[in-house]
C-alpha cells in the first residue's frame, strides 16, 4: 500500500475580488515506500495547498487524498495518526519547556506514557536539543525553534513525514543535520515528502520528484531519470562573469549555458578556447535541478 496517494485533486478559491481560481487543477501524485520525495515549484504554484490537503486542514473540492489506503477527508484521525507534518512556520507553545511541549504532543499522538520519556530523550539528542530540554520554547533561537518544530513532528514515529521547506533560514550546521537525520528516517523506513526552494538539497536528498507549476504538475519521475532526459545532446557549463560574449549556439538557462552537444571533444574545446578563465565549470552530464526547472517554466524557485 502507498504511503501517499493523491487522486486528481482540484482545490478552488476565492481571490478578493469574488473571482474563483483553482490553486491546484487535476493534481496526481503518488509516493513509493520508504523513500524521499521532492514536492517543487515556485511561490504559488499550489505546494502550500497540497500539503494543507494531506495533512486534513483543507478538504478537496474534487478527487481524494490517502495516505496509507486511509482517506484524509473521511478517517482524518485516523489518518494524522500515520502522519508526522513541520509546517513553514513556527508554531510552538511559547510557554512550556521543551520537554513539556513534546510531552504533550506525544500524547496528543498516542505514545504510550511507559514510552513517552525515553522518546524525548532519543529526538532531543537527534536535533541536538538535549541540553535545552528545560528551557521555555519562547526563548529558544529560531534555529533551536525549527528543531523542536521537527522533533514534536518524528516523536510518534510516523509512517509519512511530511518536511515543509524545514532548512528555510538555517544555517549550515543545521541544515546538515537535517539532512542526516532525513536519511536516517528514510533508511529506518519513513516515507519523507520534502518541499524546498534549495534546488541543490532535493539533488542530494530526494529519490524521485515532482514539480507542479500554477497548481499543474509539469513533471514527474525519479530525478536520475529526469536529469538523463534533460542532459541528452547538451554540454552544461558555467562562467565567472556571465555577462561575457556567448558563444555562438550557447544559451543561458539560468545561472548556467547549454551548448548543443555533436562531438564532445571538439565542442569541449570550442567552449574552452572561447571562455578561458572565465570557464567556472563544464560537464556533458545530469543536467541540474535548477536547469531543468527553468526549461519547463521559465521561472525562478
Given at each position: ?35 524521499i ?20 486542514i ?58 513517552r ?24 533561537s529560531?534555529?533551536?525553534?525549527r ?56 539533488e ?6 515532482t514539480?507542479?507549476?500554477?497548481g ?84 525562478t524557485?
Amino acid at each position: 500500500m502507498l504511503p501517499l496517494t493523491v487522486k486528481q485533486v482540484t482545490k478552488i478559491f476565492k481571490n478578493q475580488s469574488g473571482a474563483t481560481f483553482k490553486a491546484l487543477d487535476s493534481v496526481s501524485v503518488s509516493i513509493q515506500p520508504g523513500t524521499i520525495f521532492g514536492l517543487l515549484g515556485p511561490n504559488g504554484a499550489g505546494k502550500s495547498t497540497l500539503i494543507n490537503l494531506i495533512s486534513g486542514i483543507m478538504l478537496p473540492d474534487q478527487g481524494s487524498v490517502e495516505i496509507f489506503g486511509v482517506n484524509v477527508a473521511t478517517q482524518t484521525e485516523r489518518a494524522k495518526q500515520l502522519l508526522g507534518v513541520v509546517p513553514q512556520e513556527i508554531v510552538m507553545e511559547m510557554a512550556f519547556s521543551v520537554e513539556e511541549v513534546l510531552y504533550y504532543f506525544g500524547g496528543m499522538y498516542g505514545v504510550l506514557r511507559s514510552e513517552r520519556k525515553a522518546r524525548i530523550r532519543q529526538v532531543l539528542v537527534d536535533l541536538g536539543l538535549e541540553d535545552k530540554a528545560g528551557e521555555r520554547a519562547r526563548n529558544l533561537s529560531g534555529g533551536m525553534k525549527r528543531r523542536l518544530m521537527i522533533a514534536k513532528a518524528i516523536l510518534h514515529r510516523p509512517k509519512l513525514l511530511i518536511l515543509d521547506e524545514p532548512t528555510a533560514g538555517v544555517d549550515v550546521s543545521l541544515r546538515q543535520k537535517i539532512w542526516g537525520l532525513v536519511r536516517r528516517l528514510s533508511e529506518e523506513g519513513t516515507t519523507v515528502l520534502f518541499t524546498t526552494h534549495y534546488l541543490e538539497e532535493a539533488e542530494k536528498l530526494c529519490d524521485s520528484i515532482t514539480l507542479i507549476n500554477h497548481g499543474r504538475v509539469i513533471k514527474e519521475g525519479k530525478l536520475k531519470d529526469i536529469q538523463r532526459e534533460f542532459s541528452e545532446n547538451s554540454i552544461h557549463f558555467e562562467l565567472f562573469d556571465p555577462a561575457a560574449p556567448v558563444l555562438v549556439g550557447a544559451i543561458a538557462v539560468g545561472s548556467e549555458f547549454e551548448y548543443p552537444l555533436k562531438n564532445l571533444a571538439v565542442d569541449m574545446a570550442a567552449i574552452t578556447a572561447h571562455y578561458g578563465t572565465n570557464l567556472k565549470s563544464i560537464r556533458s552530464e545530469a543536467a541540474s535541478l535548477e536547469h531543468i526547472f527553468l526549461k519547463l517554466t521559465n521561472d525562478t524557485l
